[in-house]
């Protein structure tokens, strides 16, 4: 090894260093941590590094505290950390672990002010890749210089293998007149307190022979009273870094004009624009559909994409080549993303994904996208997530076509310097638009966010806004989970786009959870709902707000038994849905079509019912799905029919498939899609008894009840139901005539059924201390997380839930219609 000689210009000084053990308390501080955030080592030293780290929680250990600092800040990257007065700073955050003997484990944050990386180019350069990137190498030396932790990139750079280095001095593990010149730099560290960076040069046995030079930074470690512990040292290799010098100060200088502009698509241009060709041959920038009006974004760094795949929203778009040959979208288009795609992947773990030979299985059948692969001569990618303070903004997508060099991992670092400084700008777009988004905002706070379809159902679903000025509209969709494993769904269509339209979609949502918690069949609930849009439209006529309102609605809304397979379906001027079967055999479902809700013709709505083999697909969608511009319905249904006949695929490709049917059409109108896939509920998972309407079934009911959960291993539950069992039977004997029915079904919870021919609902009442009778509903209630009635043919149905032994959810207790 050369001697080790000072490289110019490379000034870490004021990276704020601290080490953690495993539990996360700190253990080691540094002088330029204590500038930073204004902790000194004895504020923090033998405390949690929650005090500094709010992400890190009161987590139990390292491991965990990283994995929640992911989950909620985007690490490595971008988050806030908490001044000692109070206030939190936006920094940038790098964390690595070390291996020591025995073992042991040690973690090193270390943490960088992004606005004194703009200045500085090239300590941007040293700080990006800080310990949380190859080559850089950590090294965490005691007062008499052994070393007590390193992690593994250390021995690739000077070949000290770890059995060696670990509890040693450096002059002990590799002897020499480098080590001694090493140690006497050390020296000065832990006398002097300050930090030093230093150059030297290695064989490697990756090097053929050939020197590599590395740069060593060496920082002082302090303990709680302020005295040095030890020092840190980290090595990154100079050759890269020399060699990219000049795009990291293009980036640099450039990077300040993307903070021009308060308009997210110009951003998101220019971004694209300054890539291109600094970085890549061919560059994207997609941002999820709501980021352009001024709307949070509902994914966030390491926690998935919630089942689906997001919606995102061509922003910008350059190449080498003019016109963009590569992309077949403009700026403003859906993008077609499959769920193995590169962007759905970095979208769902909120990490830089890298590809340096292109490798296309999730293009497999696709053959357009992998003709035009072929065709640009697309060989190596780079997608880099667009993450603020902890939301993932979008992605950018980074291609090389002529260049035939694959990216490296420094091309990853380069781009993801850039992404971040226009992460910035772009948030500040974002929120400069949100004055003017607030249609979008309450279009995404009333739409659902997530669909339960419990044992019933599968769903997968997509929303289109067809209007990027307003980007809202009056589609609205659910699926809400009913009593006794059913369960409702429901798509509607509010005319006119805006925040009227959008106002009356979450009214009429609202309306339909509403009504559907009553347990009313479809037809009744469409009646209902259609008195709810004519008073709307009254109260429009009597406001004197002159803002035009949205007159007139569709909708379809259907409930689904999973232990019979009958859905009861019907629609008030809406699409038919779309049926597939288990052969893929594609039928829209003969239903009487109604009037448009708040019409005011007053003609009644149809119920119909089909029986629908397990494994059947539903698809409900609004008219922006199938029409085009110029087009036909008809045409726009057969469309769709055909992306879904295929029965194999998941939902999620499916959808993706619907929403790609034409793609070279706009649509006129949002566009919405709900499938759902039907699943039964086992016979061995439901028990029927038919009682007779006397005193004696009560006692022959709870006995059924009772061997019932002996049989599915339910026993602990055998006292309560039993009691709730006696209730409900008794009351059925008391107020019908005719023959009872008891049923058990075994699903999410535990539901007991009793059916009657009595078609009034029960009325729980508080029976005064003088009454024999009168609390049987109140105990039915204590007993059970929750329990209500609905009305069918012939009759009346009276249910109660309890939660299933393991499960925790909360006891409602409360009447549910």
């Known amino acids: 090894m050369a001697h080790s000689e000072q490289l110019e210009g490379l000034n870490v000084s004021d990276t704020a260093l601290g080490l953690l053990d495993e539990r996360g308390m700190v253990v080691g501080w540094t002088q330029a941590a204590e500038r930073l955030v204004g902790f000194g080592a004895g504020d923090v030293v033998t405390r949690s590094a929650a005090v500094v780290v709010p992400c890190f929680g009161a987590a139990p250990s390292m491991p965990v505290a990283v994995e929640r600092c992911a989950a ?364 003017h988004a607030t249609a979008l905002t309450l279009q995404r706070n009333l739409l659902p966010r997530r669909l339960t379809g419990g044992t019933a159902i599968e769903t997968a679903s997509r929303y289109l806004p067809a209007d990027l000025d307003h980007g809202v509209g009056g589609d609205w969709f659910d699926v809400i989970p009913l009593s006794g494993a059913r369960v409702a769904f429901v798509v509607g269509d509010v005319v006119g786009h805006g925040l009227h339209a959008a106002a009356t979609m979450g009214t009429l949502r609202t309306a339909v959870r509403t009504l559907a918690d009553m347990d009313l069949p479809p037809d009744e609930l469409l009646a209902h709902l259609d008195d709810t849009v004519q008073r709307l439209a009254e109260e429009d006529c009597d406001d004197s707000n002159p803002l035009p309102g949205a007159v007139g609605a569709t909708c379809l809304y259907a409930v689904y038994d999973p232990a019979t397979g009958v859905c009861a379906m019907a629609r008030a001027g809406h699409l038919p849905p779309a049926i597939v079967d288990p052969q893929g055999r594609v039928t829209f479902a003969d239903l009487p079509p109604g009037a448009p809700l708040g019409i005011g013709l007053g003609d009644p709505f149809e119920t119909v019912e089909l029986e629908l083999p397990e494994g059947s697909l539903i698809a409900l969608y609004t008219d922006g799905l199938i029409e085009t511009r110029g087009g036909d319905i008809e045409d726009g249904m057969h469309r769709l029919g055909t992306a879904l006949k295929d029965p194999g695929r998941s939902l999620e490709e499916l959808c993706t498939r619907a929403t790609e049917t034409n793609p070279g059409q706009a649509s006129c109108d949002d566009a919405t899609l709900l499938l759902i896939r039907t699943r039964s509920l086992p016979p061995a998972q439901q028990a029927s008894w038919i009682l007779p309407s006397d005193e004696s079934a009560v006692r022959s009911a709870r006995h059924l009840a009772a061997g019932q959960l002996t049989v599915w291993g339910l026993e602990v539950l055998s006292d309560s139901l039993q009691l709730i069992v006696s209730e409900l039977v008794t009351n059925a004997i008391r107020h019908s005539d005719g023959p009872i029915r008891l049923r058990l079904k075994r699903h999410q919870v535990l539901t007991c059924e009793v059916s009657d021919a009595d078609t009034c609902a029960p009325r729980p009442r508080r029976a005064r201390n003088s009454d024999e009778g009168g609390r049987g509903l109140l105990l039915v209630a204590q007993m059970s997380r929750r329990w209500g009635s609905r009305t069918v043919a012939g009759g009346k149905v009276v249910w109660a839930e309890q939660e299933l032994p393991g499960t925790s959810r909360p006891r409602a207790g409360s009447r549910a219609s």
């Open 72 to 435: 909620q800040n985007g690490w490595p990257g971008a988050t806030a950390v908490r001044h000692r007065d109070g206030h939190l700073v936006d920094v940038s955050l790098r964390i690595t672990a070390l291996r020591g003997q025995g073992g042991t484990r040690r973690w090193l944050l270390s943490v960088t002010d992004p606005g004194a990386l703009a200045g500085d180019a090239l300590s941007g350069l040293v700080r990006g890749p800080l310990v949380a990137r190859a080559p850089i190498g950590v090294v965490i030396r005691d007062r008499q210089l052994r070393c007590t932790f390193a992690n593994e990139v250390m021995e690739r750079h000077d070949g000290i293998p770890e059995e060696r280095r670990l509890g040693r001095r450096l002059s002990q593990a590799a002897p020499g007149a480098r080590a001694e010149a090493v140690e006497a730099v050390m020296e000065q560290v832990l006398q002097g307190g300050v930090t030093k960076v230093h150059e030297y040069r290695a064989w490697l046995p990756t090097a053929q022979g050939r020197e590599h030079p590395f740069a060593a930074a060496y920082h002082c470690l302090l303990g709680a009273d302020g005295e040095t512990v030890g020092v840190c040292v980290i090595s990154a290799d100079v050759t890269e870094s020399r060699r990219i010098r000049e795009r990291v100060t293009a980036i640099s200088e450039a990077g300040t004009r993307l903070g021009e502009t308060l308009d997210v698509m110009q951003a998101s241009q220019g971004l694209a624009d300054l890539a291109v060709p600094l970085l890549a041959d061919y560059v994207t920038v997609d941002l999820e559909q709501s980021v352009p009006f001024g709307e949070v974004p509902a994914l966030h760094s390491g926690t998935g994409t919630g089942g689906g795949v997001p919606v995102l929203r061509r922003a910008g778009q350059a190449s080498i080549h003019p016109g963009v040959p590569e992309s077949p979208l403009t700026r403003g288009d859906p993008v077609p993303m499959s769920s193995a795609s590169p962007l759905a992947v970095a979208l769902r773990t909120g990490k830089s994904f890298l590809e340096q030979h292109l490798d296309r299985p999730w293009v497999d059948g696709r053959p357009t996208l992998a003709r035009r692969f072929r065709e640009s001569g697309m060989h190596s990618l780079m997608v880099v997530p667009v993450r603020v303070r902890g939301a993932l903004l979008g992605v950018v997508m980074f291609v090389r076509t002529d260049n035939p060099a694959p990216f490296q991992e420094a091309d990853l670092l380069l781009a993801e310097e850039l992404v971040n400084r226009a992460a910035q700008s772009l948030d500040n777009a974002r929120q400069y638009a949100r004055e």
